[in-house]
Each structure stands twice: as C-alpha cells, then as structure tokens.
C-alpha cells in the first residue's frame, strides 16, 4: 500500500515499543515484526474483510503466513496493545486518559452495524468505556429488533458505585431506577418528550418554562426535581441546564430540520427552544459533585463522543468476532484506533498545503537530479 508511510507517520511516536510492553509479540513462533503485525490486523479491522480474506491478503503482501484461527488469535493477544494506541492518541487531542480518578466511571453507548454482503447480519454493540483509561469494561451484541434490543441501561452489568454517564437514548425512568437500584449514579441528557419530571412535591415540573428563561450562554442553573417510577415511587436528583453559544445553537436547529425534512416529519412547537440548551438529569451526590461538576462530566463524554461519532461510521466496516468477549473488545479498540487516526488523518489534510501532510514525518525523501 503506498500510502502506508503515511499512514505511519501518524501513529503514536512508542506505537511499536507498546506491542513488546503489552507482550503482544511474546510467544510468536513466526511473523514477529510489530509493523506487519499491526497491518494485518488493520486489513481486517479498517478493510473489513472476513478473517477468511484478511489471511489471504496478508500471505499474497507478504505480512503474515497464518490460519484464519491464528488471525483470531493475534487479535485478541493485541486487546491491550490496541487499548494503549487509542489512549495515546487521545492524549495527543489534550484529553487526559491515562489518570486515576477515586471512582469508577463509565460511559454507555450503542451502535448498529452490519455486516458485508447481501446477506450480512445487522446487529447492535451495547459497549461501556471507563474514564479517563478508556478501558471496555462491557461489550455485548444483540439483535436490532425485537424485545430487549434496544438502548438500555437494563443491557448492562451495573455495580455498587458505578457513576454512569449516557446520552438521552437512556434517559427513561424505568432505566435511571434500575441504576439506582444497584446504588450506583447516572448522569443522562434530558429527553423531553420520553422522561417524565416532577417536582419534590410530586407536581408537574415546568421544566420549560424554566429552562427557557435562561437568556445568556455560560450561566448554569439546577433544580432539584424527582423522576416518577412504579409502584409510586420516584427517584430523586437534579436537573441541570446550560444555555449553548449562538454558534452551536444554529448548528443545533439546522441538524433538527435536516432530519425532519429528510424524514418527512413535523418538529413538536418546542422542539427548536429546548434545542438552545444542554440538559442533564443527575443524582451524583451534591456535597461532591457541583452543578458545573455535573455538567463538565458530561462534557467529557461528549469530547469522546467526537470521536466514537467518526467511530460509529467506521464501524459499519467489517465482521464482528464472535469467537469470545476478549477478541470482541480487541476489535472495538481496533477501530477506536482508526477513528483516531482518520480523525487526525482529516486535520493534517485540512492545515498542511498544498499535499496533506509534513514531508518530516517521513521516511528520508529522494531528491530527484
């Protein structure tokens, strides 16, 4: 491929000394070197071929000599040499990964993807990832239809402590109950239309009302409010709110009626000024956790949720191993990684004129007599 130099060029300055310190390499009988390794592994994560075809295509390049078992085998032994690739590359974007928090937390997401071929399987990775080491702590595939397929916190192993962060697909009242059931906390955005509100006297809460008359960008503002749930009970927390920058709104709207018009669907009147706002329900504990504490977490999803956008696209790219939850996990790595990389593939190519990228990351260049 002659472009791989390239490609190269923009891995992590200690890609290849990470595969000898995650013992990647260890135990090899044959096909030892990092560099053929990796690529190998990238012509069935990014190519998305079949295990079947990427042994092929390695053997024919001239990478790798192994069976279709020995191929499931090298992924799953390079899990946490994929891991540290992705955290390196995060940290080069100014997001701390590889820091201790004193509490354990964790971001929930889901995918579909589908697999090559007329015939591929559709299926929906159910994934959680702990800040800041990005480490997969959970990784499940369902199908797309039917019960219990869809976006719930019910398609997770919840602990005592957990402190959860998810996007407004989990915001039902049935999920944040069942989180609280297993004593751990959430921080989830606010879906209008889907999660009911009430305030700590059981009422109606005019979350619009109060919402919207928040003029200003940069002013956080919190009520304490209770989510109804069965047998009467509720759970109680927080609602907290910040208005977005003129920019982010417009961007915000023009998404909203690019959708309806590509769906050929109304907006609800209110749709457009709740759009205006971030909101979050919490009951991370209050003498811990500020009103800007809650919303700087979310944040923090939402600057790994840039990337796992790009991911959730890339994704679309290939089988998914099936074989055990480990090679499982080495995949998601594996195309966290590419994310990475097509991320910051795009940002050279957008500020480095006229080619695309810097002739020093190179190998020596030829001058031409």
């Known amino acids: 491929m002659e472009d791989w130099p390239i490609l190269l060029s923009l891995f992590p300055d200690n890609w290849a000394e990470l595969a000898s310190t995650t013992d990647t390499l260890k135990g090899l009988r044959k096909d030892k070197a990092a560099e ?126 957990d402190y959860i ?5 989990y915001s039902t009242a049935a999920g944040i109950s069942h989180v609280v059931s297993k004593k751990a906390y959430v921080i989830v955005r606010v879906n209008t239309v889907a999660l009911p509100i009430l305030d700590l006297n059981r009422q109606p809460f005019p979350l619009y009302n109060k919402v919207t008359a928040i003029k200003n960008p940069g002013i956080v503002r919190s009520w304490p409010v209770s989510i109804p749930v069965h047998s009467g009970t509720t759970v109680e927390g927080r609602i907290c709110v910040i208005r977005k920058t003129e920019e982010a709104i417009k961007m915000a709207h023009e998404k909203i009626l690019r ?22 329900f919490s009951n991370y504990p209050e003498d811990s956790f500020s009103d800007i504490d809650i919303l700087e977490w979310y944040r923090s999803r939402w600057q790994v949720e840039l990337v796992f956008k790009r991911f959730k696209s890339i994704a679309q790219l290939g089988h998914i191993p099936k074989h055990s939850d480990e090679s499982s996990k080495a995949w998601l790595y594996g195309k966290l990684f590419v994310a990475l990389l097509t991320e910051k593939l795009i940002q050279y190519a957008s500020s480095v004129s006229p080619w695309g990228y810097n002739l020093e990351e190179l190998p020596t260049s030829e001058r031409m007599a």
């Open 36 to 161: 053929d390794y990796l690529r190998t592994l990238l012509i069935h994560i990014a190519c998305g071929y079949s295990l079947r075809e990427t042994v092929t295509r390695a053997k024919v390049a001239g990478l790798a000599d192994i069976s279709d078992a020995a191929m499931v085998g090298r992924l799953r032994k390079a899990k946490d040499w994929l891991h540290n690739l992705c955290v390196a590359l995060f940290k080069e974007q100014g997001i701390a990964c590889n820091s201790q928090s004193d509490f354990n937390v964790r971001l929930f997401d889901a995918t579909n993807v589908k697999e090559p071929g007329k015939t591929g399987s559709l299926w929906r990775i159910h994934y959680s990832v702990q800040l800041p080491s990005l480490t997969c702590d959970f990784f499940k595939l369902t199908a797309t239809k039917g019960e219990g397929t869809g976006e719930s916190f019910f398609q997770y192993s919840i602990k005592n402590g």
């Open 165 to 169: 962060i998810a996007d407004r697909g």
């Open 259 to 280: 959708d309806a018009q590509k769906k050929q669907t109304s907006i609800r009147p209110d749709t457009l000024d709740y759009a205006k706002y971030i909101l979050v």
